[in-house]
């Protein structure tokens, strides 16, 4: 069965440092999601990527964060100089066209020193 | 702003019993309510969804309501079995692309 992979699984970076997370979403897919999950909170929508354009994003989703599909099969979020409270799980999430389901890679989890 | 509220927190129950877990949205443009189940160390799995023009949606042991009216939807587990227990979230799409999500409910079936 198709599923969504992160890389890598853990990253610990210093305060300050730019970081960079990968995913490949299911191969048909076409809409691409990235969420974060602070340690025992919940799930956080970031952004939505669409047609190589961000559909929607949330406050949270500010000039530090970017996202990027540089080729056809990864999406990534670079967090361009983290902060502590920017510690989480981040999940990528894909979905195909004309559908809402939404599916999970294991995610990533950043920690920051 | 768009909130999603679940309920409880926390369930225990006997190994066999139901779980039912509650949510309400804030939204009435909502058209998509999603239940994930996440285990412990890996991503929200996709366990069963219903839209907006649909009251009521079974597969197997797990079922969802919708009231749109009331802005309530919730999750019932029957014959629940330790395997069940598990964080779920319940979710709503607004807008086009933005899911929110629930705060959780730890779930635990007590063999």
């Known amino acids: 069965e198709p599923e969504v992979t992160q890389t890598p699984s853990h990253q610990v970076t210093q305060m300050g440092q730019e970081v960079i997370l990968r995913c490949v979403p299911i191969?048909?897919?076409?809409?691409f999601y990235w969420y974060r999950q602070i340690l025992g909170q919940k799930v956080e929508f970031l952004v939505s990527f669409y047609n190589n354009e961000i559909s929607e994003k949330s406050e949270i989703f500010d000039d530090q964060f970017s996202v990027e599909r540089p080729d056809g099969s990864n999406f990534t979020l670079k967090i361009r100089s983290t902060k502590l409270e920017d510690s989480a799980m981040y999940f990528c999430?894909?979905?195909?066209?004309?559908?809402?389901?939404?599916?999970f890679g294991p995610g990533t989890r950043l920690t920051v020193t | 702003g768009e909130n999603v509220e679940q309920h409880p927190s926390t369930l225990s129950v006997q190994e066999g019993d139901s779980a039912v877990i509650k949510c309400t949205y804030s939204d009435s443009a909502s058209n998509y309510f999603p239940w994930y189940k996440q285990e412990l160390g890996k991503g929200p799995q996709l366990i069963i969804d219903i839209r907006s023009n649909v009251g009521e949606k079974k597969d197997q042991r797990i079922a969802v309501t919708l009231n749109k009216t009331a802005k309530h939807f919730s999750l019932h587990i029957t014959e629940t079995q330790p395997e069940d227990s598990a964080v779920y979230f319940c979710a709503a799409l607004t807008g086009g692309f933005k899911t929110i999500f629930g705060a959780g409910t730890r779930l635990f079936v007590k063999a």
């Open positions: 191969s048909n897919h076409l809409y």
């Open positions: 999430a894909s979905s195909a066209a004309g559908v809402y389901e939404q599916y």
